[in-house]
């Protein structure tokens, strides 16, 4: 059990703490792998595609070399702003046509609805793109859930384990670091949250991980209270 004192708003990480791993590295990831080639043959003016072009080093007009390269991002995990956008896109397709929904955790849904119910504000902080943000939570197992939320934030604002992005969503959510709870199952992101002065859960799914004691550390979101 962890009690937090004085929060006012929750900032959650999604992969591996809201929602199971396996739904990004089973489901998500290998639908957009497989659709990648045709989508960038047909979206070549989409600026994901230039942007794309421009990390790579290739040709804008090398639609093969640009597909790919974004394919050997998917397999290496990249955390490339262009490749999560494009990512989005795709999976527009897959949540509109019923290929699957956003898994959530019973617990994560749970909680989040108690705490939004009891007027904390509600954040997202993920690598994944703002879009693919609100495609999990919009059509998640329990719903459209995105009318609990009051922002989302991705790699455009900075790099989960650096401080300077907590910092700077501190700044846009507009209150003080110290009444802001960030969730992740990933001690370097929470390091750098709490070196921004935010207080700090761990959610551990499986298996404790090396730093673990440096954080108030749960297994699942009912072993959360705010008082």
């Known amino acids: 059990m962890a009690t937090f004192t004085g929060i006012n708003a929750i900032l959650t990480d999604i992969e591996g703490t809201t929602t199971d791993i396996d739904f990004v590295h089973k489901t998500l990831f290998p639908y957009a792998r497989e659709r990648m080639t045709d989508f960038i043959h047909s979206h070549p003016n989409e600026p ?9 080093n290739v040709a804008a007009d090398d639609l093969d070399a640009i597909a790919k390269g974004l394919i050997g991002w998917i397999d290496q995990d990249k955390k490339e702003t262009s490749l999560k956008a ?11 046509s019923g290929d699957f929904t956003g898994h959530l955790y019973p617990d994560a849904y749970a909680g989040l609805k108690r705490w939004h119910d009891s007027g904390k504000q ?8 703002v879009k693919a943000q609100k495609l999990l939570y919009g059509y998640s197992d329990f719903g459209d859930l995105t009318p609990l939320f009051s922002g989302y934030f991705d790699t455009t604002t900075g790099a989960k384990r650096e401080a300077i992005a907590y910092e700077r969503i501190g700044a846009s959510i507009g209150l003080p670091a110290s009444q802001i709870l960030f969730l992740s199952d990933v001690v370097a992101e929470l390091d750098a949250a709490k070196a921004a002065g935010m207080q700090t859960c761990l959610l551990m799914r499986g298996e404790r991980p090396d730093g673990a004691e440096r954080h108030n550390a749960v297994e699942n979101f009912d072993q959360i209270t705010l008082s």
Request: overall charge negative.
């Open 122 to 129: 509600l954040h997202i902080f993920s690598s994944g793109s």
């Open 48 to 56: 994901a595609v230039a942007e794309a072009a421009v990390a790579l």
């Open 86 to 96: 494009l990512q989005g896109l795709i999976w527009v397709q897959g949540y509109e």
